[in-house]
């Protein structure tokens, strides 16, 4: 369970609302049952339920266990249809990534604007914690607010990578893996909405020096790109 750090005044804890609805109903936690909970500083430590009815957690012990990718990737994605975003936010959180900023573009198939886009925001962030409570992550991927790409050189790493679906026609492309032979901490990628991406929002990218990479000769939908993508580069780090 991810919890907030005020609530962690001494050893023992009342847990928030939000959790305690879960270990009780959901989970159906007995007193003497322990728990994994994690701070925003990605402190784990063990609890043990004292008292289910009231939420009253113990303190067991710390935890020094990291789950989480040894490098910072930000996922800048082309805001598709919402199920698709909503199961791209879930498989992303899995396979690690830090932070994900959706943007709308000239290609976007949906139409919706950054006021719309922020009352999904709780839908949202519940989905990150849920999937990061599942993966065992030690921290809930962030999530930033609808931009469009004139903004997305706010969020650029180290190395940044746009994946796009005409270099992988042309032949002469940058292979996306052996983009990632670089050295880096901090990475973003980038991927197009269903539509994909406008030759000049390409040129805009690569002014900011953003290198534009293939995925390969097959045209991934909008949402497999960045989980093939990811997937690389968590095999890339284990190597
Ligand atoms: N409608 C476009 C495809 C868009 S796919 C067409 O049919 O040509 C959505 C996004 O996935 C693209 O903008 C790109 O970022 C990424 N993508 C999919 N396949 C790719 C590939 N083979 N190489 C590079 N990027 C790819």
């Not at 063990?46 to 113990?58: P, Q, R, V």
């Not at 020094?64 to 698709?84: C, M, R």
């Not at 930033?144 to 997305?152: A, E, F, N, P, Y």
């Not at 900011?208 to 909008?222: A, D, M, P, V, Y």
Request: proline share 3%; with cysteine.
């Amino acid at each position: 369970y991810f919890i907030d750090e005020k609530c962690l005044k001494d050893e023992e804890i009342r847990i928030d609302a939000y959790n305690h609805k879960h270990m009780q109903r959901v989970m159906r936690y007995h007193n003497g049952d322990q728990v994994i909970c994690i701070l925003p500083s990605a402190k784990t430590y063990i609890y043990e339920i004292i008292d289910i009815e009231t939420g009253l957690l113990k303190r067991v012990e710390e935890l020094h266990e990291n789950h989480e990718l040894d490098v910072n990737v930000t996922l800048i994605y082309g805001l598709p249809k919402s199920d698709k975003f909503e199961w791209v936010l879930q498989k992303a959180t899995e396979l690690g990534v830090k932070r994900i900023v959706p943007f709308l573009s000239k290609r976007s198939i949906i139409k919706t604007d950054a006021k719309t886009f922020s009352k999904k925001e709780e839908r949202y962030q519940r989905i990150l914690k849920e999937a990061s409570e599942q993966s065992y992550r030690q921290m809930i991927p962030e999530l930033t607010q609808l931009i469009t790409i004139k903004d997305l050189s706010q969020y650029l790493s180290d190395i940044n990578l746009v994946a796009y679906e005409e270099a992988s026609k042309r032949g002469e492309e940058c292979c996306f893996a052996s983009a990632l032979k670089q050295n880096y901490q901090t990475l973003t990628i980038i991927v197009g909405p269903e539509g994909g991406f406008d030759q000049s929002e390409i040129e805009q990218m690569k002014a900011l020096g953003i290198q534009e990479c293939s995925l390969g000769k097959r045209i991934l939908r909008s949402e497999t790109a960045p989980l093939y993508m990811l997937s690389v580069i968590g095999y890339s780090r284990e190597l």
